[in-house]
């Protein structure tokens, strides 16, 4: 079955701490993962992909196939990184969102 | 640009009715993909229109359709409307849906269903 799971619904942490959010998924192929955050009041939007490997917005995430995990990581949180995070896959044309985190970094 | 618009923001229809939601994609985009959001839910993949055909399908019945236009822009049907119906209706578009292109989502129908 193809599956992502996001085992938190929120994470609350205080400004410059680090924050990790969890995603697993399960694929019998090799898809392609994604992270998307919409804040309050915008529209969902894709915050990176796996295959760019690079980091957006000090947000780094790596793909670990024996795990089949694709962990959100940022060392230092801000404030402005209070949203709403969707860990997603896509395997074909069809893209597969997690449940999601919601994020609440504290001053 | 506009962006990803979706028309109309929210709806109000009751039980066995019938509804058309419309999106208009980001400038230069060519596919147009469908999700449905239910509270407290991730987006769940509808169908995905490009060329004006449906190119793939996720897990929902056949009362749900969908068209897309010459210009790109597409719609959502949904007949025989059911409570469960109700949620964030999102479109999402792209170009030319290869393995590498985002998506650009617009801000979505709300559909309540009484």
């Known amino acids: 079955a193809q599956r992502v799971t996001q085992p938190e619904k929120l994470l609350s942490v205080f400004k410059g701490a680090p924050v990790e959010l969890k995603c697993n998924y399960s694929?019998?192929?090799?898809?392609?993962l994604f992270w998307y955050v919409q804040y309050s009041r915008q529209r969902l939007q894709l915050l990176l992909r796996?295959?760019s490997r690079e980091s957006i917005k000090g947000f780094t995430a790596d793909l670990n196939k024996g795990e089949t995990s694709f962990h959100l990581k940022k060392p230092f949180a801000q404030e402005e990184d209070s949203a709403m995070y969707y860990c997603?896959?896509?395997?074909?044309?069809?893209?597969?969102f997690g449940a999601g985190t919601r994020l609440f970094v504290k001053a | 640009d506009a962006g990803v618009t979706q028309s109309p923001t929210h709806l109000i229809k009751t039980r066995g009715q019938q509804v058309t939601l419309r999106c208009s994609p980001k400038?230069?985009?060519?596919?147009v993909s469908w999700y449905q959001q239910a509270l407290g839910q991730g987006p769940q993949f509808i169908f995905q229109?490009?060329?004006?055909?449906?190119?793939q399908r996720g897990n929902f019945p056949d009362r749900f359709s969908g068209h897309q236009f010459p210009n790109y822009s597409s719609e959502l049907n949904v007949n025989a409307l059911l409570l469960g119906d109700s949620a964030l209706y999102l479109c999402?578009?792209?170009?030319?849906?290869?393995?590498?292109?985002?998506?650009?989502f617009g801000p979505g129908t709300r559909l309540t269903v009484l």
């Open positions: 999402a578009s792209s170009l030319r849906a290869g393995l590498t292109d985002t998506q650009y």
């Open positions: 694929y019998s192929g090799s898809p392609e």
């Open positions: 796996h295959i």
């Open positions: 997603a896959l896509r395997g074909g044309f069809k893209t597969i």
């Open positions: 400038s230069g985009h060519d596919t």
């Open positions: 229109y490009y060329e004006e055909e449906e190119r």
